[in-house]
């Protein structure tokens, strides 16, 4: 599939003429039906990288045509066809293509809700009209039925909270108390934190629910926390979860106590300490403690040169030798700190450091399309990413 789309891209920019309906038909005759999907829906994705847009067009319609909805093909032929759009700025037709996804009740819940999210954001950026009244079914029926609770907090963290905060906030206590039964009757580490977890991060991120996590945490894990250390990662993630809350939510003495005892424990592994400590580096540095923030970066980068978690120490890093004017050691912390993720971002705090750092390592003479399209991010992101890099050199100036 993968060379299919590298052949087509190469064709169109030798100048071959695309005749998308011969094409299909003889991918078809080659491939078998099922196969030829994914087969053209590859090319699709090659061809819309490439920028011929009208070519990857005619294929992805092409598959809507052959395909139908109970198939996995159409699914993801109508979201590539509704990113797409979008990305052009054809806000109607990305619209458009959004909703139907979202309507189609043979496409599986998670991913309907996902289109629904995206289809809400163009909805109120360009200002397209709809009522409450008309959504409320299709939404109810996304949400009925369901008592695994990791379903229901993906549904909840998508719902816009400036239609649907009453619907959000019920799924997301539904989801709570589905977690804290299954707690309950739950004893193995790894059991106990495939339910810990999930439920911290959109307690943490999404629903700012510290108070409820700390009180999670103090009856059912404190007790057991040792036990818990079995898992790995997993473990102090959630225990940098716990720590943060206690940060914003509850009290800022028992979260620095925490993240120092993890930093001080010989048995907790470098990658446990980055996990926990990484994060309060930018809670140093936005809360002006800046002599904190430096000297727990430069403690994490030296315990935990290659962690993931050390991405966000060696950002701050990059912003002080900015502040300082060293180019090349600000660069230095800059590939550092994208090496640490990899090229592969997931958390939007993974996204703005990779990015900002992209900004310095590449320099900021390279205009931001230019940028954008070598690192695959858009130009307004980076604009506003720079604007954000621009705030954090202020705040490392004191």
Known sequence: RHVAGIWLVSGLRLGMESDVPRLVSRISRKWGRKSSG??????????????FFDVSRELLLKNLETFSPQEKTWGQGLWAFARMEN???????????YRRFFETVEIPKRFRLQGFSRWMSLVEKNGFGFTVEELSPVVEEMVSGSDDFREL????????????????????????????????VESSPGSMIAILLPLARRQYYDFQQGGELISIYNRYVSPVSDRLRKTGNKYWEYLSLVARSHFHWGQRRKA????????ADERVPAGGKALVGGPFVSLFARNKKLARAKSLAAFLVEE?????????AYYWLMVEALVQSDMPLSQSHALSCRQCVGGNPAYAWEWEFDSRAALVLWGWNMPA???????????????????????DRGLMRG
């Not at 994914?38 to 920028?51: D, G, I, R, T, Y």
């Not at 990305?87 to 293509?97: F, Q, V």
């Open 87 to 97: 990305e052009l700025g054809n806000a109607y037709e990305a619209t458009s293509a």
């Open 38 to 51: 994914q087969v053209v829906h590859s090319m699709a994705l090659a061809a819309s990288k490439a920028k």
């Open 256 to 263: 620095l106590e925490m993240m120092e005892a993890v930093l």
């Open 153 to 184: 907090l993906d549904f909840a963290r998508h719902l816009p909270k400036s239609h649907f905060a009453g619907l959000r906030n019920d799924l997301m206590a539904r989801s709570t108390e589905l977690a804290v039964e299954q707690l309950r």
């Open 369 to 391: 399309a230019v940028l954008g399209d070598r690192e695959g991010y858009t130009e307004s992101y980076l604009e506003s990413q720079l604007q954000a890099l621009e705030m």
């Open 304 to 312: 935990a040169p290659t962690s993931r978690s050390s991405s966000e």
